[in-house]
């Protein structure tokens, strides 16, 4: 059974809020890296979340150090070419990721937030203060970096920059792993599109900072249509989704 906690009050209230257009990735950050980030981090605080990494069939990640948690939100890129049985293409994602870590590490209710956090931001990805009301409410205001795609070849290469530490910011290059669907209760997003699925990413060679694996779980909304009928050239789908980044025990 799936906990819902008092947090969906804020949807409520955000009702009230008058709608704004969807924001630029990289936009919603107004929180610049912390000085003090590197202490933030600095301890083992982080490490009282491990336990708590949302269960699932993906493998474990066994042997390494939880080192970052971040809260995604963004939007999923798509492209048609024309054809409307097609199914759509993809050129990635962008996203900032929130600092989920340093929020929940010292959470008693921590086990309890996790499964709602992803559904409740995205559903007020459209009332932008409401958002960020939401996030420093829960202490999850502090931008902990971006998610987006590296080009390269033969394809472009997700990857993570973990700006939040300003001196040799840690950052992931990754190639998908594995994958699960997401479960039946994820929230569908904000047309009921469907919640992408789970992964675990791992190191391509060439991330640095002492990261290598990054796990996306407890996702919401961010599917594409099962074709291109009625979908221009390039499109995008909001999506949430937590971060899980690991690495290499210190």
């Given at each position: 059974m799936r906990l819902v906690t008092c947090s969906g009050a804020f949807l409520a209230l955000a009702t009230?809020?008058?709608?704004?257009?969807?924001?630029?990735?990289?936009?919603?950050?107004?929180?610049?890296?912390?000085?003090?980030?590197?202490?933030?981090?600095?301890?083992?605080?982080?490490?009282?979340?491990?336990?708590?990494?949302?269960?699932?069939?993906?493998?474990?990640?066994?042997?390494?150090?939880?080192?970052?948690?971040?809260?995604?939100?963004?939007?999923?890129?798509?492209?048609?070419?024309?054809?409307?049985?097609?199914?759509?293409?993809?050129?990635?994602?962008?996203?900032?990721?929130?600092?989920?870590?340093?929020?929940?590490?010292?959470?008693?209710?921590?086990?309890w937030k996790l499964a709602s956090v992803t559904g409740l931001a995205l559903s007020l990805y459209n009332y932008h203060e409401s958002l960020m009301w939401y996030l420093n409410s829960q202490g999850y205001q502090d931008v902990l970096g971006h998610h987006f795609f590296t080009p390269g070849t033969p394809s472009s290469v997700p990857t993570f920059l973990i700006s939040k530490i300003q001196q040799n910011p840690p950052v992931a290059y990754v190639a998908k792993k594995d994958n699960v669907t997401a479960p039946a209760w994820a929230f569908k997003g904000l047309s009921g599109e469907g919640a992408i699925p789970w992964l675990?990413?791992?190191?391509?060679?060439?991330?640095?900072?002492?990261?290598?694996?990054?796990?996306?779980?407890?996702?919401?909304?961010?599917?594409?249509?099962?074709?291109?009928?009625?979908?221009?050239?390039?499109?995008?789908v909001p999506y949430a989704a937590q971060y899980w980044v690991y690495g290499p025990k210190s």
């Open positions: 009230l809020a008058p709608a704004v257009n969807a924001l630029p990735s990289f936009g919603w950050g107004q929180n610049q890296p912390r000085e003090d980030a590197v202490t933030a981090y600095g301890g083992n605080d982080i490490s009282k979340l491990a336990k708590y990494l949302p269960s699932s069939n993906l493998p474990k990640p066994d042997g390494l150090e939880l080192k970052f948690v971040g809260l995604g939100i963004g939007t999923q890129n798509y492209t048609c070419n024309g054809d409307k049985s097609a199914a759509p293409g993809t050129t990635g994602a962008l996203a900032t990721l929130y600092d989920m870590g340093s929020g929940l590490a010292n959470d008693p209710m921590a086990a675990r990413l791992v190191d391509n060679g060439k991330s640095s900072g002492g990261v290598n694996t990054v796990y996306r779980v407890e996702t919401a909304g961010g599917n594409a249509t099962p074709n291109c009928e009625n979908r221009p050239a390039h499109w995008e």
